[in-house]
Each structure stands twice: as structure tokens, then as C-alpha cells.
């Protein structure tokens, strides 16, 4: 069994912001995989179902990002779950909108969701897919800027990203980490080239 958590915050106010990355990837899944992702649980909204012959439950905690490992925490402990079955999808601003980077384990990088977790876990060696939502502008508050709305042009971009995200996270349950990290993570190159 597999936990794929979904970084974000509640509430409409922040639906579709840069922050929310991992929100809209585990509504991707959750529309591949036909989850319900409505479930009250474990401080966050869940759902249980089969993506690609294993066993995942998909979570969106509801505490707040700079809270997100109390729910993980609360989820790994009910499923008895160690870091390595968990995958966390959350936004990255040092990667362009859209882009994408697996990584098995890593600081939070200034990503508070992130911080949280590693505190609550007690580890840094955990999944993870980062979902790039651009750099902040120059004197622009990083913490307005994650919670601003994407331009018409990067919503599209978006769009795609989400889905794409959703393919790592099913390779990453297929064919293991390494081969998501190896396929997805050199897409990116070949981008750059």
C-alpha cells in the first residue's frame, strides 16, 4: 500500500494557486484511477482505491501546508506505513512552470509543507515529486507569490503538468522510484537541450 499526499491548502480562496500543486495532482489521479478523494480523515481528504495494481490511498491534508506532516503522520500511523511507501507531490519555484523532478530523499528547500514533514516523519528520506510553478518575480513576497494565481498561458501548462505528475506518480508505482526518477527527471534535459 502506497500513501500519495498532495500538498496545498484548503478552501476556495486558494483553489488553483501556485501552492496547490499537489492538490490538482491528486485530483488528476484521482480522476485516473476513479478514487473518491472526499473522505474526512486523518486531518486531511482522503480516498482508497487501485492505481496501476497497488493498493494507494490518496490525501490532501486539510491542516494548512505549514502543517501537512500532522495528517501524514496521522495517515502513515493508521496504515502503518514507513516514509519509503509514501510519494509527496508539492510545488517547487526554483523549477520552470510545468517542469517536473522526482527526488527519493532532500532538505525542504524553504518549502514549509516540506519542513513540516520532515519534522513529523522524523526523516528526509522520503518520495517526492516537485512540480515547478516558475520563480517569484524580484521583490515579490514568495509567500503572496505561492498563493497567486497563474497567468491564462501557465494555466495551460499547468494543466498538462498535473497530468504529467500523475504519470510519474503511477511509473513510480509500477516500475519503482528509480525508473520514474530516471524517465521523468531526464525529460527535463532533453527539454533544456
Given amino acids: 500500500m502506497y500513501l ?53 490511498i490518496l490525501l490532501k491534508p486539510l491542516t494548512f501546508m505549514n502543517l501537512s506532516g500532522e495528517s501524514l503522520r496521522a495517515a502513515m500511523d493508521y496504515y502503518r506505513l514507513t516514509p519509503e511507501e509514501v510519494l509527496v507531490i508539492y510545488d517547487d519555484v526554483s523549477l520552470d512552470p510545468g517542469q517536473l523532478r522526482i527526488r527519493l530523499k532532500g532538505s525542504a528547500g524553504g518549502h514549509n509543507g516540506i519542513k513540516s514533514i520532515i519534522a513529523h516523519l522524523g526523516t528526509q528520506e522520503f518520495p517526492r515529486i516537485k512540480v515547478g510553478v516558475g520563480a517569484r518575480p524580484p521583490r515579490m ?25 500523475a504519470a510519474a506518480a503511477a511509473m513510480f508505482l509500477t516500475d519503482g522510484p528509480e525508473r520514474a526518477m530516471n524517465h521523468f527527471n531526464m525529460k527535463k534535459k532533453a527539454a533544456e537541450q
Fill in 141 to 165: 513576497d514568495l509567500a503572496d507569490y505561492v498563493l497567486g494565481h497563474f497567468t491564462k498561458e501557465e494555466q495551460e501548462v499547468m494543466a498538462e503538468a498535473y497530468k504529467e505528475a
Fill in 4 to 56: 500519495i499526499a498532495g500538498l496545498g491548502n484548503p478552501g476556495t480562496k486558494y483553489e488553483n494557486t501556485r501552492h496547490n500543486a499537489g492538490f490538482c495532482t491528486i485530483d488528476a489521479l484521482a480522476d485516473r484511477y476513479r478514487i473518491d478523494v472526499s473522505e474526512k480523515k486523518h486531518k486531511g481528504l482522503c480516498g482508497r482505491g487501485v492505481a496501476e495494481g497497488q493498493k494507494v
